[in-house]
């Protein structure tokens, strides 16, 4: 049902608007002002709100930009008196959908609020065939065609569509700050600030600083008044890296921020309203820092109303090729070159490899390889000489070894990836069942308990 809000400070108004939309049938809540109505809207945004633009506690025009930044559907009708109907018009301006003029008329109440659901369903229709569409590169630069990262990548342009806090859980490399970068492009705020902060190395005093701001005279030193970054950022989004790091004291003063949706400066005495996204990220287990005393859970949970995590970069192989291609024309950019590609061999290596650093570490390896080359395609000669020891170990044990030893590793592997079932190892073998198991008593392989074909036998 659509949700409306009525916020009026005049009595007889607000409860008339509430009567006649209610009788309409929407579900409606009616408010006298302005800051209980922003609570309840980031908890539960409402579809459609009457806005009085003179109200005790805040002006109409903030409570506008508020509402547009919580959920950018929602749809704002202006109420006015006739004396500031140019408001009204500033308003619209400003992203409001219309205005009517008080006296209102319950026909114009609405006829505003079909209208107001009719531009709705439009922009959810809009959003959700956007959603739908396959993301080969979700932005420029930022490759994925694999399964895992098509998923990923589906999340991202869902989440950038909504003002939540999102928590970005990976291991170093794989694109956190990528991530963030393209919640914040693709968002209705991609023209706003995106400020990052690294929280990790910094003590508490100057993090709040820097994050808070000060006054002047705030503490020693203090000479001249500094804005601090959730300020600036202001209508925009804030990268905080390395959440994991910050100080347990500081972390208790981040979390009465993200819930009053406010900041005071050091020193300060009137706090600030904040408009800001906050993106946190980190390359540890919060979950396990919170078991260890490190973490706050309360700030856990604020943090992570979305949680994205980015797989390792040997759990989507298929991205290999194209990461590869995507670092080779960047470095042909920085360095001038004309590299086409990597010989087979090369990418052969490359595709072994475990990349423990993940994106960024095979991105110094083409960095490095392109670097020393002086052919047009990278061989396995330009790649790192721990790369060239897995081929070495790789090609040297196997292709020495005698067939029935080759064949007793081909079947245990293939058993262990599928975990001992015989049926399906039989399959990938293309061997009957029989001849498996004759196989496993010629070599002494022996499957474990728990496997139901084993269980049978
Ligand atoms: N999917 C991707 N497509 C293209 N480049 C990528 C991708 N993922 C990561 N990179 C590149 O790899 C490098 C590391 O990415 P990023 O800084 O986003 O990782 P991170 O997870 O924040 O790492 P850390 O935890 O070490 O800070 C960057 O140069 C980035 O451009
Ligand atoms: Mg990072």
Redesign the pocket.
């Known amino acids: 049902m659509t949700r409306i809000a009525v916020i009026d400070d005049e009595e007889t108004a607000r409860k008339m608007t509430g009567r006649i939309l209610k009788k309409a049938g929407y579900s409606v809540e009616t408010f006298e002002s302005g800051l209980p109505f922003l609570r309840k809207m980031e908890q539960d945004p409402f579809d459609v709100v009457f806005l009085d633009l003179k109200l005790p506690d805040m002006g109409g025009m903030e409570i506008l930009s508020h509402i547009k930044f919580i959920h950018h559907w929602t749809q704002v009708i202006i109420v006015t008196g006739y004396g500031s109907i140019d408001n009204a018009v500033e308003a619209t301006k400003e992203g409001a959908f219309h205005y009517l003029t008080k006296p209102c008329r319950s026909h114009d109440i609405c006829l505003m609020a079909e209208r107001a659901v009719e531009k709705i369903v439009l922009h959810q229709e809009n959003d959700s065939l956007r959603s739908q569409v396959k993301h080969p590169d979700l932005l420029p630069?930022?490759?994925?065609s694999s399964k895992a990262?098509q998923a990923i990548f589906s999340t991202i342009s869902k989440v950038a569509q909504v003002n939540c806090n999102v928590l970005?859980e990976?291991?170093?490399?794989?694109?956190?700050?990528?991530?963030a970068r393209a919640i914040h492009d693709l968002g209705p705020r991609k023209d706003a600030p995106f400020v990052y902060f690294n929280c990790g190395g910094f003590t508490e005093e100057l993090i709040c600083s820097e994050l808070f701001g000060h006054e002047k005279g705030a503490f020693t030193g203090a000479d001249s008044c500094k804005i601090g970054l959730l300020e600036s950022a202001s209508g925009g989004t804030v990268l905080l890296?390395?959440i994991g790091e910050m100080p347990m004291s500081m972390q208790v003063k981040l979390l009465h921020v993200l819930q009053e949706r406010q900041v005071m400066r050091v020193g300060g005495t009137r706090p600030v309203n904040l408009h800001i996204r906050i993106i946190a990220?980190t390359?540890k287990d919060l979950k396990q820092e919170i078991r260890n005393g490190t973490f706050r859970e309360d700030l856990y949970y604020r943090l992570n109303v979305v949680t994205i995590r980015?797989p390792r970069l040997i759990k989507r192989l298929d991205?290999i090729p194209l990461?590869i291609q995507?670092?080779i024309t960047k470095v042909n950019k920085a360095y001038s070159k004309k590299i086409q590609g990597v010989t087979p061999q090369a990418l052969e290596l490359l595709m072994l490899y475990d990349y423990p650093g993940?994106?960024?570490e095979?991105?110094n390896i083409i960095q490095h390889a392109a670097a020393l080359t002086e052919g047009k395609k990278l061989t396995p000669e330009d790649l790192p000489s721990h790369l060239h020891k897995l081929h070495f170990q790789n090609s040297s044990t196997e292709e020495l070894l005698p067939m029935d030893e080759l064949e007793k590793r081909h079947i245990s592997k293939v058993l262990s990836k599928t975990k001992y079932n015989i049926r399906a190892a039989g399959e990938i073998l293309r061997i009957p069942r029989t001849t498996l198991w004759r196989r496993l008593k010629k070599y002494g392989i022996s499957v474990k308990e728990n496997s139901s074909e084993a269980e049978k036998k």
Do not use: P, S, Y
């Open positions: 630069g930022f490759i994925g990262m970005l990976a291991e170093t490399g794989t694109g956190k700050q990528l991530t890296d390395e990220a390359n980015l991205d990461l995507h670092f993940n994106v960024r095979l991105e």
